[in-house]
């Protein structure tokens, strides 16, 4: 996941930059780079691979200054090199660039640029915002403006700084969306910029938040912060603890609170090096998948455990619609009691987010000796179920702290999406338009998830009448009934409240039941092929007397008569939706149990990885 680290202030920026980025290698990267105002010039060091590799060039090459900025990155547009390695510097030399997130729009941008007659020295998305900074600079208005209207054209969620030859005295740093944390610290005499509180807290102990919007102009002695609309904000300083373990929590109170809203970076590194939107393609080189093994398959067995196993069961839904390959879904814990018919024309993927969870292990063990190709997809890179895999999925979504698990919810379910869209590519199933238009609506991912994580006041409002209940039914169909099963058993962990999801159109056989003033009903209602039949059992949940929760598509006209409340999302591809309709559940979830004064992140009876049977 990317790293960013800025420094201002009377000491060596270099060394400062290369030991921030030290400790934000954890998030992983392919490249990095670091760029000084050294006598006046803006001088850039990038490398390919690890930070050993870029101190060694400086150390070779060396440059020195009061003022610099650095980046690690993780590859998502043009391949991992040191010439797509961030910062990115414009034409004039004055200008230098470095970015978390994905600019949605950078092939208009591009275009629009390249007519203007600029000429791009990368494959990134990112070199697009340098050029856009310079073309503003040429009117003669100041760097804190040209920013600002360069900004105004990007889409997607963004973290970014700005630093100039032509006013060597700041730093611009500016968020918008949820793509990642941008952190200024407060120092004597000098100031800090990081995406993460680790990387400067060796430095200060007080640090300021930008909020998405926001946009602040950095010197030695202090900063400015304006919305983008050029709106002043008082900003709030906060004194975060010595303690690594506190200061890893930054700006939230819970590590849980804190990892939903790392999915939107979560969600942009997934895709970082895999997909290429130009040619609307995926790669998954850990993968070691070839056209002929892709070919072969006859089956796949998707086994999990918890969250994982919901996940899998939308990675089902993948597989067969787009790669066309039959697919069973196995509890892991009794996957391996099962005589499963399993051969070398058949495929066990299993997913972990720890990668040592006994269970899973071994169903994957049962699955080696009867002949089956294994993959896996893990989040702990190294773990014994990636090590047992014939190939592997890396989650990408840094470690995960809180017990009950969110951003290693998300990012498999996207690297599932990718997986089946390969499939399909190297299997012949789908068609150059279809593939492309697949690969595309990834792009949206990132915003579409910072734009729920921008409504968690209403979701909070939600949780407050809900913090009381002792039962809760939570009710999806289709693609969206595994997020019922996630949404339910997210409460049930953290907030000790008894919750089952079901598919909706077995209530009426059972569960109908138990609706009744006393009983909160969540449905799961998103535009999808399955939303007519959806409103029926809302309907039939609100005759009942039951009062009825929905996860609704923004702009529909339906529900808002039928629910008590609605929890709205964005319009997203329907492939997609169970990426976005999770998160106000995560949401819910965390506050109801907040409000109720339990520990969140360590619930009762409960581990972050079960190696027991």
Not at 31 to 59: C, D, F, M, P, T
Not at 122 to 148: G, K, N, P, W
């Amino acid at each position: 996941m990317c790293g960013i680290v800025g420094y201002i202030g009377e000491k060596d920026a270099t060394e400062i930059i290369l030991n921030g980025l030290k400790r934000l290698e954890y998030r992983g990267y392919d490249s990095a780079g670091l760029a000084v105002l050294q006598n006046g010039k803006i001088e850039i060091r990038r490398e390919l691979g690890k930070l050993s590799r870029l101190a060694a060039l400086v150390a070779a090459q060396p440059v020195a200054g009061k003022i610099g900025i650095g980046h690690t990155r993780w590859a998502t547009h043009g391949e991992p090199s040191a010439r797509n390695a961030h910062p990115h510097v414009g034409a004039t030399g004055e200008v230098v660039v470095v970015h978390n997130g994905i600019v949605e729009n950078y092939l208009e941008l591009r275009e629009e640029l390249a007519s203007e007659g600029v000429s791009f020295s990368s494959e990134t998305d990112t070199e697009t915002i340098v050029h856009l900074i310079e073309r503003y600079l040429s009117t003669r208005i100041t760097l804190e403006e040209a920013v600002r209207r360069a900004l105004q054209n990007l889409k997607g969620a963004h973290g970014i700084v700005v630093m100039s030859s032509r006013e060597p005295d700041k730093i611009i740093a500016a968020r918008i969306g949820n793509a990642g944390g941008v952190v200024i610290g407060i120092g004597e005499n000098e100031m800090y910029v990081a995406s993460d509180v680790p990387a400067i807290l060796e430095h200060t102990r007080r640090m300021i938040f930008l909020e998405s919007h926001q946009m602040a102009v950095v010197t030695q002695h202090g900063l400015m912060v304006q919305t983008l609309e050029s709106q002043p904000v008082k900003h709030q300083v906060h004194v975060v603890g010595w303690d690594p373990v506190s200061a890893e929590k930054g700006e939230y109170r819970h590590f849980m609170q804190k990892e939903i809203h790392e999915q939107v970076r979560s969600l942009t590194d997934t895709l970082a090096g895999r997909v290429d939107f130009d040619a609307g393609r995926i790669r998954l080189p850990q993968l070691n998948l070839t056209p002929e093994l892709s070919n072969r398959i006859t089956k796949m067995y998707i086994t999990a455990c918890g969250t994982a196993s919901h996940a899998g069961m939308v990675g089902k839904i993948y597989m067969e619609r787009i790669a066309k390959i039959p697919t069973e879904v196995n509890i892991a814990s009794e996957f391996r009691y099962h005589e499963p018919i399993i051969d070398q024309n058949t495929v066990v993927l299993a997913i972990s987010q720890s990668g040592e969870t006994a269970d899973t292990l071994a169903a994957m063990e049962k699955a080696r000796k009867q002949g089956a190709v294994l993959w896996s997809i893990v989040n702990a890179i190294g773990s014994q179920a990636m090590r047992l895999a014939d190939g592997y999925i890396s989650m990408q979504t840094g470690p995960e702290i809180g017990v009950a698990s969110t951003k290693a919810f998300t990012a498999p379910l996207v690297d599932l999406y990718m997986l089946a869209v390969l499939l399909g590519d190297q299997r012949g199933v789908l068609d150059e338009e279809s593939r492309k238009a697949l690969v595309a609506d990834l792009r949206l991912i990132p915003d579409l998830v910072g734009r729920c994580l921008d409504r968690e006041n209403d979701v909070l409002a939600v949780a407050q009448k809900l913090k009381d209940a002792r039962n809760a039914l939570y009710l999806g169909r289709g693609i969206n009934m595994p997020i019922a099963y996630e949404g339910a058993l997210k409460l049930k962990e953290i907030s000790y409240i008894h919750a089952e999801g079901y598919p909706a159109g077995e209530m009426k056989h059972g569960p109908i039941a138990l609706v009744d003033e006393d009983m909160p009903v969540i449905a799961l209602a998103p535009k999808d092929p399955w939303y007519e039949k959806m409103i029926s059992q809302i309907e039939q949940a609100k005759a009942r007397g039951g009062s009825v929760i929905v996860v609704a598509t923004d702009g529909d006209q339906r529900i808002p008569s039928l629910a008590d409340h609605v929890l709205w999302v964005p319009d997203t591809p329907w492939l997609l939706s169970p990426v976005i309709s999770v998160i106000p559940l995560q949401i819910l979830a965390y506050h109801i149990a907040t409000l109720r004064g339990l520990d969140v992140d360590q619930p009762r009876n409960l581990a972050k990885s079960v190696t027991v049977e």
